[in-house]
């Protein structure tokens, strides 16, 4: 479980690439709410209050591409409904607290999320 990143993953660095080649500037691996502890997002604009996740699909119970560990698969089906009810909790909270929230599958084509974030910048600047 070592070898697993908690942050700079392949899905991540590629979605940052393009969007740095774009000219956006944004945080990584950065809590938006300095009073929530455990909640680090993988993106982050602060300015815009705009936070970006990409969730590993065997972490985060993927409906497509999760599958359930045959060894130990009651602690298994229990960790992933907690990460799965932990992402839920830490997305309403944002969201609560006036901030955009895009949560992304590591499966997605780098380029679809990257214009997908590049869209929600322009329209949180009002440019659209």
């Not at 993106?43 to 591409?65: E, N, Q, T």
């Not at 992304?104 to 990257?114: G, N, Q, R």
């Amino acid at each position: 479980m070592q070898a697993n990143r908690r942050a700079n993953t392949g899905p991540e660095l590629a979605v940052r690439r393009l969007l740095h080649a774009a000219g956006f500037r944004y945080r990584v691996d950065y809590p938006p709410l300095a009073d929530f502890r455990r909640l680090r997002a993988d993106i982050v604009f602060p300015r815009r209050h705009l936070a970006v996740f990409v969730d590993g699909c065997f972490w985060h119970g993927c409906p497509d591409h999760f599958v359930m560990p045959k060894a130990n698969a009651e602690y298994w089906a229990r960790k992933i409904a907690r990460n799965v009810e932990r992402d839920a909790e830490t997305t309403a909270r944002l969201i609560e607290r006036g901030w955009l929230v895009l949560r992304f599958w590591e499966h997605e084509p780098a380029a679809e999320v990257a214009s997908a974030i590049a869209r929600a910048m322009r329209e949180l600047k009002g440019e659209c």
